[in-house]
C-alpha cells in the first residue's frame, strides 16, 4: 500500500475530501497538524488512517520526527503534500531530507515561490513579464521609478496572497515605505499593470499534460480588498479562453510541472499600455497548488465534477476519467462586515436561493482577502451573474 502524508489536512476546513478521495483510491492517508484529534470534523477523521498532532506545524522538527514516526511504523513515505502555499517550502524541505521524490524540493523553490525567480521562466514560454527592480535603497528605487514611472507596486518577493503589498503613487509613499517596511523582508517592485486577473487551474499527470483545466477571474485586486477592506468579488470561468489556456499550458512546460494541481494568475490588460495592447494576457505569478478558499467546490459547481477526486486519481493512477457536466458561471461574494448593504442577508439569500449552492461565514484566517461572509452561485449565463453581483454590494442611497 502507497502512504501519502498529508500536511494540515483540517485547513482549509474542505480539504479533508482531497483525503477521503486518496483513501477510496487505495492510498494509505496520513495526517499531521496541530489540531487536537477529538476537534477533528468526523468526515476528515475517516478520511485518515492515523493523524500525528503537533503543538506547531511551525516546528520543523517536530513534523519531521512526525514524518519519521510514520516512516518507522508504515515504511517508505510516497507522497508527501499540503496544497497549500504557506507550507509549500516545509513540505520541499521535508520531501528533500526524507527522499520524497513525488513533488518540488528545496532546490526549486527559487523559480516556484519567489516572484523574481519566476520571471525567467515565464519569458522562456514566450509571456511577457513587468519590469520588476529588488527594492534596496532610496537612490536604487527612484532609478527604477524614473524608468516606469509612478505608481509602483511593492510586495515581499516570497509572499503568500496580498499582504504588505503596497501601491506606491508618490515620492512621498516611497519614502513612507521604504522607512517602514520589514527589515528582514526583500521586497520586488514592479511597474503598475492596468488590468483584471485571469488564472489557469489545473491539474497536471506526472508527463505535465493537463487532465482537467478551468480557470477564474478577479475584476478588483485582492491587493485593492486587503488594503481598502472592500468586498471580494471572483468568479469561475463557464469555459477557459483559448489565450488562457495557451499560455497556462506554455507555463506548465516551462516551469517543468508534473503531478500537481496549480494556480497560474496572469493580467488580462483592459487598455494599451507598456507590456502590450488591450486584452494581452501577460504574467503575474505561479502558484504551485489549488486556487484558496473555497474555489475547488466553485470548480465543481461550475464543471459539474468533482476535482477533489481528478486529483486523487491523478496521484493514484496518474489519470482520472471522471466526468464534466454542464457548465456553469460559479461566482463569489464576498460581504464585509460592517457595510450598509441595500439587500440584507435574508433577502439577497433568499432572492438567489435557487441559484445559490454555498453560504458561509469566512474563517478569520481568511477574511482579509474574502470577506466576512460569503455566497457561491451557478448562473448560465454572464448577464445574470453581473445582476447576483450588483445586488451583493449595492449600498443603500442614504449612507
Request: charged content about 25%; glycine content about 6%.
Amino acid at each position: 500500500m502507497r502512504n501519502f502524508v498529508f500536511i494540515s489536512p483540517n485547513f482549509p476546513t474542505n480539504y479533508w475530501m482531497f483525503c477521503r478521495e486518496l483513501k477510496q483510491n487505495g492510498l494509505r492517508v496520513l495526517g499531521i497538524g496541530d489540531q487536537p484529534y477529538d476537534e477533528l470534523n468526523l468526515d476528515l477523521k475517516s478520511s485518515l488512517d492515523e493523524y500525528y498532532k503537533v503543538a506547531s506545524l511551525e516546528n520543523y522538527e517536530e513534523v519531521y520526527r512526525a514524518v519519521g514516526f510514520f516512516i518507522h511504523k508504515y515504511g517508505r513515505i510516497d507522497w508527501l503534500e499540503s496544497n497549500n502555499e504557506y507550507w509549500l517550502e516545509q513540505d520541499a524541505r521535508l520531501r528533500t531530507d526524507f527522499h520524497i521524490t513525488s513533488g518540488w524540493q528545496t532546490a526549486d523553490l527559487g523559480r516556484i515561490k519567489y516572484k523574481s525567480g519566476m520571471k525567467e521562466y515565464y519569458q522562456a514560454a514566450g509571456i511577457r513579464t513587468a519590469r520588476y527592480h529588488i527594492v534596496d535603497d532610496y537612490d536604487g528605487c527612484i532609478k527604477f521609478i524614473n524608468e516606469v514611472g509612478y505608481p509602483v507596486i511593492v510586495k515581499p518577493d516570497n509572499g503568500v496572497g496580498a499582504s504588505h503589498t503596497y501601491k506606491l503613487k508618490n515620492e512621498w509613499g516611497l519614502w513612507e515605505f521604504l522607512s517602514t517596511k520589514e527589515p528582514k523582508v526583500r521586497y520586488i517592485m514592479e511597474e503598475f499593470v492596468t488590468a483584471e486577473v485571469n488564472s489557469y487551474d489545473a491539474i497536471i499527470d506526472s508527463n505535465g499534460k493537463p487532465i482537467f483545466e478551468t480557470g477564474n477571474v478577479t475584476p478588483n485586486s485582492i491587493m485593492d480588498i486587503v488594503n481598502n477592506n472592500d468586498n471580494s468579488l471572483y468568479y469561475i470561468v463557464k469555459d477557459l479562453a483559448d489565450d488562457v489556456r495557451a499560455a497556462g499550458r506554455a507555463t506548465v512546460k516551462s516551469f517543468g510541472v508534473r503531478s500537481r494541481f496549480v494556480h497560474f494568475e496572469f493580467f488580462r490588460l483592459t487598455c494599451d499600455q507598456y507590456m502590450g495592447k488591450k486584452g494581452d494576457v501577460v504574467a503575474l505569478e505561479v502558484n504551485m497548488r489549488p486556487c484558496g478558499g473555497f474555489s475547488p467546490d466553485m470548480m465543481n459547481y461550475a464543471n459539474s465534477t468533482d476535482v477533489y477526486k481528478i486529483w486523487a486519481d491523478m496521484i493514484a493512477f496518474d489519470r482520472s476519467t471522471k466526468p464534466q457536466g454542464p457548465h456553469y458561471f460559479c461566482a463569489f461574494a464576498g460581504r464585509r462586515d460592517g457595510k450598509p448593504f441595500l439587500m440584507n442577508h435574508e433577502e439577497f439569500a433568499a432572492k438567489y436561493s435557487k441559484q445559490m449552492r454555498m453560504m458561509e461565514r469566512i474563517p478569520d484566517a481568511l477574511s482579509g482577502a474574502m470577506g466576512n461572509q460569503m455566497y457561491v452561485a451557478v448562473f448560465p449565463t454572464e448577464e445574470e451573474m453581473n445582476a447576483f453581483y450588483a445586488d451583493a454590494t449595492r449600498l443603500r442611497s442614504d449612507s
